[in-house]
């Protein structure tokens, strides 16, 4: 790394300040491009005054200053400017305001920096001089991995940062010219490594909180000319479901891995992809304690040694530490020394001014050096394990099992935590103490405490109920075997980390005590069937729909008490944010709320049947479904996905609507004469209608072709960038588009038949801007368009038009309205099953209606619901359709 002249930025330091200096040498790399965003980049010379300018705001004195962590250029700025003026960083996630709240409590930051409740960046300047005792090596203080809010932070100093900058930039051979982009969080130490490596290097930052499941992020790392990423082994599995190896990248250089162990097998094919594609994979190993990065596997040796965490990084070295377990020669404790090992931990605000209390690293793995120079970790000193990025200690884990009377053996596999218990032999019970009951359930209790102790999502643990426990000749656990279980089946049944569906997805809401992101994984991965559920997933990426929206959102509301706004695109973790005061007061009250687009669905089935029977008059239900299948559309299928995502879910969401609707029409066409081809086909009213006669199905028929066009629009590369980057302007255009039909501007009607497919898409683009309003502007602009067009649709059937509009009003701007949990509840099930009311319903009330109409809507209704129920387990029944792997887009059911 060449010697840079050093620009001081702030030249008043006190003389004892000692300062990172990769952070005071911005304007050494002059009008190169530091920061890259969505909206303009950012020159080093012009980072460098804005760094400037912040570390004049903080000032010489020494402060602790807590920074909310984001990739963004604020953040950058501050973190980058304390570094400079020698203040002690406090690193939290930005995204995480429990752990803000948490940390600022624990430690009493002199400044807070972070964005207000308007999303404007603040410095908080909470003393002007420190309360606290800051030690001058002292730079940053970060969460260890897993333990994010933990009061047990990472000392390191000053030169930790740069020595392990320098390091990194060695060996990934980082250029000025490079482009990286900011895959990862910055207050993870991985993600900080990135942005440190770079700016010391005069490389650009593409500044972006995107993931690689989106898109966007690749339209952007093209424009941006992105050279690198960084990803842990989950990017690895979104990197696949987006077609990463198809991708064309022209100026990708490499990818760095680390985060956890990538399988050997994955390593090998990732690195074969950048062999064929022209760039290098970088696997590495690191922990917080060492800045970073300890070792790096060189990309000529990830081929044929994939299972090798590699060579340690430059000015860094390894030892083996001799473990009586594992008496194999080189085999050992692997222990780390170098520049970068931090200073210690710190517990309290008084640790702050503790000096260096550890020379060297004992990482807590047990490592074989090889004869080709290359360190492989084969295990676990302490059996702490790092699953999905989380550590885990086992031994704590078996000892929360104990306290509930469950005797147990646990051990972490691929990624994976298995817990072997015991059958309990004097009660003739599977697992003792208070869980009682069966194997299957009891396997399905100790999963969700196992999940709910440690944070992992249930996918990850592995419950196994045995005879006993295996154990060694000497009378130890041998933890290898239940290692082995892995590839077992779970309690004597197909293996699977997913919970059974047989249970209600209210089961795992229903327990007792407070909620925690466990609890709500088992909730989505349940109702969803889906077992890739993690704290970081939402509805949307989840792949859920309109039907299992209604099913969600009501069990969401009873467990929560209240319904977030927005909570369909939240990440499960953030539902857990403390509600606004009149939601705690309607929970308090044992009152709810309901979505009001599930409200009026409900509504709007019992006014469609409830009219066709004559028990009232009621009309306008249909159309305003159509407004509100554009708003579902919108909300569940037009998301952040790839475009070729998008539409296989398209593709979907039409199956899922057209095959229960053929499978009616074909068993009614078998068993009675009213019904053609035509009706089967669904193309009955595109026909010129006899004596009168309306095509009972042509709302589904107008549905399903607005969906096939829509999808067929969205394929198209032009138009999915457009739908991109004007959300609410195409829909709005194709409102327009589609009131050329509505007022037959071309006078068709007078010579042809215009079937309703033709005429009602105006309503579906209504309802699908409806969902894309984000400003009042918007919202006010897309209600003015219903209340000018909507009228003298039906001419003399004012009431008609009042109800289509009265809807569509509250759709816009009332998300949800007040509720109880019986009325949420019928409303739920009418909602869900709406689809099958609406294609059941012509069969069932003729026969009863002359008897009593109010019977014979109740009648039309049960069937329709018990259709729904069956069709819902048939799905289920069938893999290829029930397990959305790829998840499942939004079906705008009527």
């Given amino acids: 790394m060449p010697k840079m002249r050093q620009v001081l930025i702030t030249p008043d330091l006190l003389s004892a300040t000692t300062t990172v200096p990769f952070a005071r040498r911005l304007a050494e790399f002059g009008d190169r491009t530091a920061l890259l965003t969505r909206d303009g980049e950012l020159s080093y010379r012009q980072l460098a005054a804005r760094v400037a300018e912040t570390a004049a705001r903080l000032g010489r004195e020494r402060r602790l200053v807590l920074l909310a962590g ?30 803000v709240r948490s940390l ?75 482009r990286a982009a900011t895959t990862l969080p910055m207050h993870y130490c991985y993600g900080l490594s990135v942005i440190n490596s770079n700016l010391l290097s005069g490389a650009g930052l593409i500044l972006t909180d995107l993931s690689v499941a989106d898109s966007c992020f690749w339209d952007l790392f093209r424009e941006g000319r992105g050279t690198t990423f960084a990803g842990v082994p989950y ?11 198809a991708m064309d990248l022209p100026h990708l250089r490499y990818v760095t891995q680390a985060g956890g162990r990538l399988a050997p097998e994955r390593v090998a094919q990732y690195a074969a992809l950048g062999e064929r594609d022209g760039w290098q994979l970088f696997v590495m190993y690191g922990q917080t304690e060492a800045t970073a990065r300890m070792a790096y596997l060189p990309p000529n040796r990830a081929a044929d040694r994939p299972e090798a965490i590699g060579v340690p990084i430059p000015g860094g ?71 999905l990025g989380l550590r885990i200690d086992p031994q704590r884990i078996e000892s929360m099992l104990a306290a509930h009377g469950v005797i147990a053996q646990c051990a972490a596999a691929d990624d994976q935590l298995v817990v072997a218990v015991a059958r309990s032999t004097d009660t003739g019970r599977d697992i003792g103490g208070d869980l009682g009951g069966d194997s299957g359930a009891d396997a399905k209790r100790v999963r969700r405490l196992v999940a709910g102790e440690c944070g992992l999502p249930p996918r990850a643990v592995h419950v196994h109920v045995l ?49 925690g992101p466990a609890d709500l994984c088992l909730l989505y991965a349940e109702i969803l069937d889906r077992p890739d559920v993690t704290e970081d997933s939402s509805f949307v990426s989840l792949g859920g729909d309109s039907l299992s929206y209604v099913e969600m959102s009501l069990n969401l509301e009873q467990v929560l008490g209240h319904l977030p706004p927005n909570w369909h695109t939240l990440p499960i973790r953030d539902l857990l944010q403390p509600p606004p005061t009149k939601a705690r007061q309607w929970a308090t009250a044992r ?24 028990v009232f008059h009621i009309k306008g239900g249909a159309h305003l479904l159509l407004t509100v299948a554009g708003f579902n559309l919108a909300r569940f299928h037009l998301t952040s996905a790839e475009r070729r995502e998008r539409i296989r879910h398209g593709w979907h969401s039409i199956a899922r609507i057209v095959v229960p609707s053929l499978a009616w029409i ?18 009955e009213s595109f026909l010129t209608p006899r004596d009168g006669h309306v095509a009972p199905y042509w709302f589904i028929e107008a549905l399903v072709c607005i969906l096939i066009a829509v999808v067929a629009l969205l394929g198209l590369r032009v138009v999915d960038r457009l739908e991109r980057r004007f959300p609410f302007g195409l829909p709005m255009t194709l409102m327009a588009i589609g009131l050329l039909s509505r007022y037959d501007v071309f006078g068709l009607r007078e010579r042809m038949h215009l079937p309703s497919a033709v005429v009602v898409p105006w309503l579906f683009a209504l309802g699908w801007a409806a969902a894309k309003a984000s400003t009042v502007r918007q919202r006010l602009l897309v209600t003015a368009a219903a209340l ?14 009042g109800l289509i509009m009265a809807g569509f009003v509250l759709l816009v701007w009332v998300p949800s309205v007040p509720s109880l949990g019986p009325v949420n509840r019928v409303a739920g099930v009418l909602a869900g099953s709406s689809l099958y009311i609406y294609l059941t319903h012509w069969q069932v009330f003729p026969h009863i209606e002359d008897f009593s109409g109010w019977l014979a809507l109740l009648a039309s209704v049960a069937f329709g619901v018990a259709y729904a129920t069956v069709a819902a387990r048939v799905t289920r029944a069938l893999p290829s359709v029930g397990r959305r792997r790829h998840g499942a887009a939004a079906v705008p059911q009527g």
């Fill in 467 to 515: 005879p006993e426990l295996p154990r060694l000749a000497s009378g130890k656990p041998d933890y290898q075997a239940v290692r082995d279980l892995i590839g077992t089946p779970v309690d004597g049944r197909a293996k699977s980390a997913a919970p059974s569906h047989a249970a209600s997805p209210s089961r795992a809401a229903a327990q007792p005590g407070p909620v």
């Fill in 70 to 99: 984001a990739n963004t250029v604020d953040a950058v700025v501050t973190y980058l400017a304390a570094l400079a003026a020698g203040h002690p960083v406090l690193l939290v996630p930005g995204d995480n305001g429990e752990a």
């Fill in 104 to 178: 600022t409590a624990a430690y009493d930051p002199d400044v807070v920096a972070g964005p207000d409740r308007a999303g404007e960046w603040v410095l908080d300047e909470r003393r002007a001089v420190s309360a606290h005792t800051l030690h001058p090596e002292l730079a940053l203080l970060l969460s260890t991995s897993g333990s994010t809010g933990s009061p047990k932070l990472v000392r390191l100093s000053h030169e930790n940062l740069q020595a392990n900058a320098e390091s990194i930039a060695a060996y990934l051979g980082i250029r000025d010219g490079d």
């Fill in 666 to 683: 074909a068993l009614l066409l078998i068993v009675t004469d009213d019904y053609g081809l035509s009706t089967l086909f669904l193309f």
């Fill in 788 to 801: 000018v067009t909507v009228p003298g649709f039906f001419p003399g059937e004012p009431a008609r038009e």
């Fill in 235 to 245: 990017t690895f599995d979104l990197l696949d479901r987006v077609g990463f190896d």
């Fill in 591 to 614: 009152r709810r709320t309901l979505e009001t687009s599930i409200a009026l669905r409900a509504l709007a089935i019992v006014f469609i049947v409830g009219s066709h029977i004559h």
């Fill in 317 to 387: 070295s390894f030892r083996l530490r001799p473990h009586p377990d594992w008496p194999e020669p080189d085999t050992g404790e692997l222990v780390y020394s170098g520049p970068n090992v931090m200073l210690g931990y710190a517990e309290a605000p008084s640790d702050l001014g503790l000096g260096r209390t550890v020379d060297e690293l004992h990482t807590g793995d047990i490592a074989r050096a090889t004869q080709d120079g290359l360190y492989e970790v084969v295990s676990r000193v302490s059996r702490f394990a790092k699953i």
